[in-house]
């Protein structure tokens, strides 16, 4: 079984949302150190070792949802205690991280949202990061978690994959019946984060049961600073394949689906779309999300420099923009 430090792995190994992190790469090469030296290629792999700018930290896979097409499945409960979590975030901050994202699993299911608020407010509070930011389902978030932590959160996005409940059962979207609609949930959110000067953004996921959808409407009016929009992926062990907990190939949709899709939308300048080709870049070049060495074990740089990150792929899609609510000049 893995080690459940490697639940820290805040970084590495996987796709950019999904299980670990992504960083951006500021190359700390000095030329000439290596110069007349006998150091192994492991040992120069770490002197080049990157700069963790933007992290994605899964504390826990649980979640109480059940999307069909998930790719971050749970697969233990184990979820690191606050201290340790708050080490390995110093850490990285020493190591130069600007940004944090809080995903999961459901991010606001463990301690019902204290976990998540103690580590938000740590964040802002104690390290100072420009932005913290977290991508939730939604249903678990009380007006209370925006009175006690929401100054320090900066961004709040929402999954949201239709505006059509009956389309929300199909793909499992949902806390099953006699539970709070999501999308009243969605508004309600959307609102408490104008109230309470949070950003708000929209994570939506096309597959097959959404593709024809026409959503620009509920887009324009939710108004989010911004709206990913994600190709469906599939990743081996985690959605797909014999070991997986989730079979997700039927929510799968073409490169031309997609791109009919985004075509559909073009009116909605917020849209950023995230292709399968852009998501695929880190440990999963090869379609799979294979764990790295925990930043608690081996160190940031020693994390980062086996984590097979691609720095131009980060770039290229996006992963540099504006991320502190301070500098967003949103009219609340
Ligand atoms: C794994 S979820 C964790 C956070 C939270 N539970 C949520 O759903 O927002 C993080 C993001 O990954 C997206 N996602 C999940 N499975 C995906 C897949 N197969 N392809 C693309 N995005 C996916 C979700 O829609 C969500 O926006
Ligand atoms: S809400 Fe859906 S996408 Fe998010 S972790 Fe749970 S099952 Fe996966």
Same mark, same amino acid.
């Given at each position: 079984?893995?080690?459940?430090?490697?639940?820290?792995?805040?970084?590495?190994?996987?796709?950019?949302?999904?299980?670990?992190?992504?960083?951006?790469?500021?190359?700390?090469?000095?030329?000439?150190?290596?110069?007349?030296?006998?150091?192994?290629?492991?040992?120069?792999?770490?002197?080049?070792?990157?700069?963790?700018?933007?992290?994605?930290?899964?504390?826990?896979? +649980?979640? *109480?949802?059940?999307? /069909?097409?998930? &790719?971050?499945?749970? @697969?233990?409960? !184990?979820?690191?205690? #606050?201290?340790?979590?708050?080490?390995?975030?110093?850490?990285?901050?020493?190591?130069?991280?600007? +940004?944090? *994202?809080?995903?999961? /699993?459901?991010? &606001?299911?463990?301690? @019902?949202?204290? !976990?998540?608020?103690? #580590?938000?407010?740590?964040?802002?509070?104690?390290?100072?990061?420009?932005?913290?930011?977290?991508?939730?389902?939604?249903?678990?978030?009380?007006?209370?978690?925006?009175?006690?932590?929401?100054?320090?959160?900066?961004? #709040?996005?929402?999954?949201?994959?239709?505006?059509?409940?009956?389309?929300?059962?199909?793909?499992?979207?949902?806390?099953?019946?006699?539970?709070?609609?999501?999308?009243?949930?969605?508004?309600?959110?959307?609102?408490?984060?104008?109230?309470?000067?949070?950003?708000?953004?929209?994570?939506?996921?096309?597959?097959?049961?959404?593709?024809?959808?026409?959503?620009?409407?509920?887009?324009?009016?939710?108004?989010?600073?911004?709206?990913?929009?994600?190709?469906?992926?599939?990743?081996?062990?985690?959605?797909?394949?014999?070991?997986?907990?989730?079979?997700?190939?039927?929510?799968?949709?073409?490169?031309?689906?997609?791109?009919?899709?985004?075509?559909?939308?073009?009116?909605?300048?917020?849209?950023?779309?995230?292709?399968?080709?852009?998501?695929?870049?880190?440990?999963?070049?090869?379609?799979?999300?294979?764990?790295?060495?925990?930043?608690?074990?081996?160190?940031?740089?020693?994390?980062?420099?086996?984590?097979?990150?691609?720095?131009?792929?980060?770039?290229?899609?996006?992963?540099?923009?504006?991320?502190?609510?301070?500098?967003?000049?949103?009219?609340?």
């Amino acid at each position: 079984m893995a080690s459940p430090k490697l639940l820290l792995q805040l970084c590495i190994s996987s796709l950019h949302h999904i299980t670990a992190s992504v960083f951006s790469l500021v190359w700390r090469w000095t030329p000439g150190a290596f110069k007349g030296t006998d150091r192994t290629l492991e040992e120069r792999k770490v002197q080049n070792a990157t700069t963790p700018t933007s992290v994605n930290y899964h504390f826990t896979r +649980k979640c *109480n949802y059940k999307c /069909g097409f998930c &790719f971050h499945t749970a @697969k233990t409960s !184990f979820v690191l205690p #606050l201290e340790e979590a708050k080490r390995g975030l110093r850490l990285l901050k020493e190591a130069g991280m600007e +940004k944090i *994202n809080f995903s999961g /699993g459901e991010p &606001f299911l463990h301690d @019902k949202g204290d !976990f998540l608020g103690r #580590l938000v407010q740590y964040c802002k509070q104690d390290l100072q990061l420009p932005s913290v930011s977290i991508i939730s389902n939604g249903s678990m978030i009380k007006e209370k978690w925006f009175q006690t932590y929401g100054e320090h959160l900066d961004i #709040l996005a929402i999954s949201c994959d239709s505006f059509d409940e009956a389309t929300n059962q199909l793909i499992g979207r949902t806390q099953g019946s006699g539970r709070k609609s999501h999308l009243d949930n969605l508004y309600r959110i959307r609102s408490w984060c104008q109230q309470y000067k949070v950003a708000f953004k929209i994570n939506s996921v096309i597959n097959t049961f959404n593709v024809d959808e026409d959503m620009t409407e509920h887009i324009v009016e939710l108004n989010p600073v911004r709206w990913k929009v994600f190709q469906c992926l599939l990743i081996d062990g985690e959605n797909a394949g014999e070991v997986a907990l989730r079979e997700a190939e039927r929510f799968v949709i073409s490169d031309q689906q997609f791109q009919e899709f985004l075509d559909a939308h073009s009116s909605v300048s917020c849209l950023v779309p995230e292709s399968n080709e852009k998501m695929r870049f880190l440990d999963c070049r090869e379609g799979r999300k294979d764990p790295s060495k925990s930043i608690l074990d081996v160190g940031v740089k020693n994390a980062i420099c086996f984590s097979g990150f691609d720095e131009k792929m980060f770039l290229e899609r996006g992963g540099k923009y504006v991320w502190s609510k301070a500098d967003m000049k949103l009219d609340w």
